[in-house]
């Protein structure tokens, strides 16, 4: 189990966005038995205030154009909202496909020690106790340390060495991290 694991691979965008999002769980409702609640009682006492403020005329004392005003400038205001996410996430795929092509081939030794990972714009060194999770994603091992994440395509491992053998040998490392 000491033996290091050495790779050269060149990681894509393609990859590197679905590693981004790999350690995300699919939301299950039937998982999340509280959820009705959490979900539903907020929305019940919204729609019990506004029934009440409807029966007694308090809504008549504020105005339908107030109603209508909230409703109507909310709507334009989520779909500015999406507009600039959606611009600022395609700024920010945009600078990752630029990095990745100044990086070139990335060199990988994973040893007892850690990380070492070599490209054209520089090394790194990352012990084992700064890697969060190691995620299973269908054709690569992906290593999260907070909001960064490096994912090792499976092609790119040795002959002989099977994923789920290279996994168990980061997670043994891990532990004696």
Same mark, same amino acid.
């Given at each position: 189990?000491?033996?290091?694991?050495?790779?050269?691979?060149?990681?894509? #965008?393609?990859? *590197?966005?679905?590693?981004?999002?790999?350690?995300?769980?699919?939301?299950?409702?039937?998982?999340?038995?509280?959820?009705?609640?959490?979900?539903?009682?907020?929305?019940?006492?919204?729609?019990?205030?506004?029934?009440?403020?409807?029966?007694?005329?308090?809504?008549?004392? *504020?105005?339908?154009?107030?109603?209508?005003?909230?409703?109507?400038?909310?709507? #334009?205001?989520?779909?500015?909202?999406?507009?600039?996410?959606?611009?600022? *996430?395609?700024?920010?795929?945009?600078?990752?496909?630029?990095?990745?092509?100044?990086?070139?081939?990335?060199?990988?030794?994973?040893?007892?020690?850690?990380?070492?990972?070599?490209?054209?714009?520089?090394?790194?060194?990352?012990?084992?106790?700064?890697?969060?999770?190691?995620?299973?994603?269908?054709?690569?091992?992906?290593?999260?340390?907070?909001?960064?994440?490096? #994912?090792? #395509?499976?092609?790119?491992?040795?002959?002989?060495?099977?994923?789920?053998?290279?996994?168990?040998?980061?997670?043994?490392?891990?532990?004696?991290?």
């Amino acid at each position: 189990m000491t033996e290091p694991v050495i790779l050269r691979f060149r990681p894509t #965008p393609e990859l *590197v966005g679905r590693a981004m999002t790999a350690w995300q769980e699919p939301f299950d409702l039937m998982k999340a038995r509280r959820f009705p609640f959490r979900f539903m009682v907020p929305m019940m006492v919204a729609g019990l205030v506004v029934g009440v403020a409807a029966s007694t005329g308090l809504l008549e004392l *504020v105005g339908i154009a107030a109603v209508n005003g909230a409703l109507f400038g909310f709507a #334009p205001g989520m779909a500015f909202w999406y507009a600039m996410h959606r611009r600022q *996430v395609a700024k920010l795929t945009a600078f990752s496909a630029t990095r990745l092509v100044r990086e070139g081939d990335t060199e990988a030794r994973l040893d007892p020690t850690g990380l070492h990972f070599t490209n054209a714009t520089g090394h790194s060194r990352i012990n084992w106790g700064a890697i969060d999770a190691v995620i299973t994603m269908p054709d690569a091992t992906a290593l999260r340390m907070s909001a960064v994440i490096h #994912p090792i #395509p499976d092609a790119a491992l040795p002959k002989g060495l099977s994923p789920d053998t290279f996994r168990a040998r980061i997670a043994a490392w891990r532990g004696g991290a």
